[in-house]
């Protein structure tokens, strides 16, 4: 499966589409600007939240290190460029990997950056590739948390009873057309109900 070694990427993507807001791929880009401490932050939460399903770093590696390593990659491949800037003197929490002559985070480090994303197409194309890898997934945990609570305060509920009151529930809005079809797929086949 390719999903694992992409799965960081896409936690960049979904948190840059996050920050900028839910702007549709098809309309027309605007150039936005957004906080690198808070993509850093949505990047962190979403890792958290996907924790059991992926390895975003190894347990040597601080997580937000790798988020911050993704980022700056993201920024040599030009999806994302620095708009501005701020210094102030101090130890860097996180080493980054292009500090090769300052392995200590000693020197003069960013406490501000506003970065901006590129609105060229083949960009765009990937940002929503790089989405779409995510979003069943993150659709399904997003619906079982809407319905959860409002089935268990029912009653005492077995897990298989669980399950497949979720998928019904998840079912019935792919037919409206409220939920992607893969959410549900995805929510009921690794629960092993596919009979």
Not at 101 to 109: A, F, K, L, S, V
Not at 145 to 168: A, F, R, S, T
Request: include cysteine.
């Amino acid at each position: 499966q390719v999903t694992p070694m992409l799965a960081m990427e896409a936690v960049i993507a979904c948190s840059i589409h996050k920050v900028v807001g839910n702007e549709d791929f098809e309309l027309k880009c605007k150039e936005v600007e957004l906080a690198k401490d808070k993509l850093v932050e949505e990047a962190l939460f979403l890792c958290k939240l996907l924790a059991r399903e992926y390895i975003f770093a190894p347990p040597c590696v601080d997580l937000s290190c790798a988020v911050n390593d993704m980022i700056e990659s993201f920024m040599t491949s030009d999806v994302l460029t620095v708009s501005k800037q701020s210094y102030s003197r101090g130890r860097k929490h996180c080493v980054s990997l292009g500090d090769v002559g300052d392995p200590w985070g000693e020197r003069e480090r960013s406490v501000s950056m506003v970065l901006k994303r590129s609105c060229d197409v083949s960009v765009m194309e990937y940002l929503w590739f790089l989405r779409q890898i995510l979003a069943s997934l993150l659709e399904a945990y997003w619906l079982v948390g809407l319905n959860l609570l409002q089935i268990m305060d029912e009653k005492p509920i077995e897990e298989v009873e669980l399950i497949e009151k979720l998928h019904g529930v998840m079912v019935e809005k792919a037919n409206r057309g409220v939920l992607n079809r893969g959410a549900v797929e995805y929510t009921y086949y690794t629960t092993g109900n596919n009979s």
